[in-house]
Nanobody, 122 residues
Protein backbone atom coordinates (compact mmCIF):
# COMPACT_ATOMS: atom_id res chain seq x y z
CA UNK A 1 0.00 0.00 0.00
CA UNK A 2 1.27 3.44 -0.89
CA UNK A 3 -0.01 6.98 -0.59
CA UNK A 4 2.32 9.46 -2.25
CA UNK A 5 1.64 13.16 -1.81
CA UNK A 6 2.99 15.84 -4.10
CA UNK A 7 2.41 19.47 -4.98
CA UNK A 8 3.59 21.18 -1.82
CA UNK A 9 5.94 24.12 -1.81
CA UNK A 10 6.42 27.77 -0.96
CA UNK A 11 3.69 30.20 -2.00
CA UNK A 12 2.89 33.81 -1.21
CA UNK A 13 -0.21 34.74 0.78
CA UNK A 14 -3.23 34.79 -1.52
CA UNK A 15 -1.68 32.23 -3.83
CA UNK A 16 -2.82 28.74 -4.79
CA UNK A 17 -1.46 25.21 -4.70
CA UNK A 18 -2.90 21.86 -5.70
CA UNK A 19 -1.86 18.83 -3.71
CA UNK A 20 -2.13 15.34 -5.15
CA UNK A 21 -2.15 11.98 -3.43
CA UNK A 22 -1.56 8.94 -5.62
CA UNK A 23 -2.81 5.71 -4.09
CA UNK A 24 -1.93 2.11 -4.82
CA UNK A 25 -2.28 -1.31 -3.28
CA UNK A 26 -5.90 -1.11 -2.12
CA UNK A 27 -9.36 -0.59 -3.58
CA UNK A 28 -9.23 3.18 -3.81
CA UNK A 29 -12.85 3.66 -4.86
CA UNK A 30 -14.07 2.00 -1.64
CA UNK A 31 -12.09 4.15 0.77
CA UNK A 32 -12.80 7.51 2.34
CA UNK A 33 -9.96 9.91 1.55
CA UNK A 34 -8.93 12.69 3.88
CA UNK A 35 -6.36 15.46 3.97
CA UNK A 36 -4.91 16.32 7.37
CA UNK A 37 -2.30 18.89 8.28
CA UNK A 38 0.07 19.45 11.14
CA UNK A 39 1.75 22.75 11.90
CA UNK A 40 4.84 22.98 14.12
CA UNK A 41 3.89 22.61 17.76
CA UNK A 42 0.28 21.79 16.96
CA UNK A 43 -1.77 18.63 16.75
CA UNK A 44 -2.71 17.07 13.45
CA UNK A 45 -6.08 18.37 12.24
CA UNK A 46 -8.56 17.33 9.59
CA UNK A 47 -8.62 19.64 6.60
CA UNK A 48 -11.04 17.97 4.19
CA UNK A 49 -12.50 14.56 3.49
CA UNK A 50 -14.37 12.93 0.63
CA UNK A 51 -16.48 9.84 1.06
CA UNK A 52 -16.86 6.81 -1.13
CA UNK A 53 -19.18 6.07 -2.71
CA UNK A 54 -21.11 9.22 -3.32
CA UNK A 55 -18.29 11.69 -2.92
CA UNK A 56 -19.82 13.77 -0.14
CA UNK A 57 -17.28 16.22 1.27
CA UNK A 58 -16.49 17.72 4.63
CA UNK A 59 -14.22 20.68 5.43
CA UNK A 60 -12.67 22.29 8.45
CA UNK A 61 -14.26 25.67 9.12
CA UNK A 62 -10.90 27.34 8.63
CA UNK A 63 -10.68 26.26 4.97
CA UNK A 64 -14.31 26.35 3.84
CA UNK A 65 -14.72 28.37 0.69
CA UNK A 66 -10.98 28.29 -0.03
CA UNK A 67 -10.08 24.59 -0.36
CA UNK A 68 -11.70 21.95 -2.52
CA UNK A 69 -11.17 18.20 -2.23
CA UNK A 70 -11.84 15.91 -5.18
CA UNK A 71 -11.07 12.38 -6.26
CA UNK A 72 -10.37 10.70 -9.58
CA UNK A 73 -11.08 7.02 -9.13
CA UNK A 74 -9.70 5.85 -12.53
CA UNK A 75 -6.42 7.54 -11.58
CA UNK A 76 -6.54 6.44 -7.92
CA UNK A 77 -5.78 10.00 -6.94
CA UNK A 78 -7.23 12.52 -4.52
CA UNK A 79 -6.60 16.23 -4.84
CA UNK A 80 -6.72 19.26 -2.60
CA UNK A 81 -7.06 22.56 -4.42
CA UNK A 82 -5.99 25.33 -2.08
CA UNK A 83 -6.82 28.93 -2.97
CA UNK A 84 -6.43 32.22 -1.10
CA UNK A 85 -3.71 30.68 1.02
CA UNK A 86 -2.86 32.27 4.35
CA UNK A 87 0.28 32.03 6.50
CA UNK A 88 -1.73 29.98 9.00
CA UNK A 89 -2.16 27.30 6.33
CA UNK A 90 1.55 26.53 6.67
CA UNK A 91 1.89 22.89 7.70
CA UNK A 92 2.81 19.43 6.58
CA UNK A 93 -0.18 18.03 4.70
CA UNK A 94 -0.91 14.32 4.95
CA UNK A 95 -3.13 12.09 2.86
CA UNK A 96 -5.18 9.42 4.65
CA UNK A 97 -7.22 6.51 3.36
CA UNK A 98 -9.72 4.71 5.59
CA UNK A 99 -11.92 1.83 4.62
CA UNK A 100 -12.79 -1.86 4.83
CA UNK A 101 -11.25 -4.68 2.86
CA UNK A 102 -13.20 -7.44 1.14
CA UNK A 103 -12.58 -10.07 3.79
CA UNK A 104 -15.34 -11.52 5.99
CA UNK A 105 -15.63 -10.23 8.55
CA UNK A 106 -14.20 -7.07 7.00
CA UNK A 107 -11.14 -5.38 8.47
CA UNK A 108 -10.89 -1.62 8.88
CA UNK A 109 -7.69 -0.19 7.45
CA UNK A 110 -6.07 3.20 7.92
CA UNK A 111 -3.24 4.28 5.60
CA UNK A 112 -1.07 7.40 5.67
CA UNK A 113 1.22 9.15 3.25
CA UNK A 114 4.57 10.64 4.17
CA UNK A 115 3.37 14.24 3.98
CA UNK A 116 4.17 17.26 1.86
CA UNK A 117 5.26 20.64 3.19
CA UNK A 118 3.19 23.72 2.40
CA UNK A 119 4.68 27.06 3.38
CA UNK A 120 2.75 30.29 2.91
CA UNK A 121 5.02 33.27 3.32
CA UNK A 122 5.98 36.51 1.64
Amino acid sequence: VQLVESGGGLVQPGGSLRLSCAASGFTFRSYQMTWYRQAPGKERELVASIASPGGSTNYADSVKGRFTISRDSPKNTVYLQMNSLKPEDTAVYYCNARGYDSEWPPNLWDYWGQGTQVTVSS
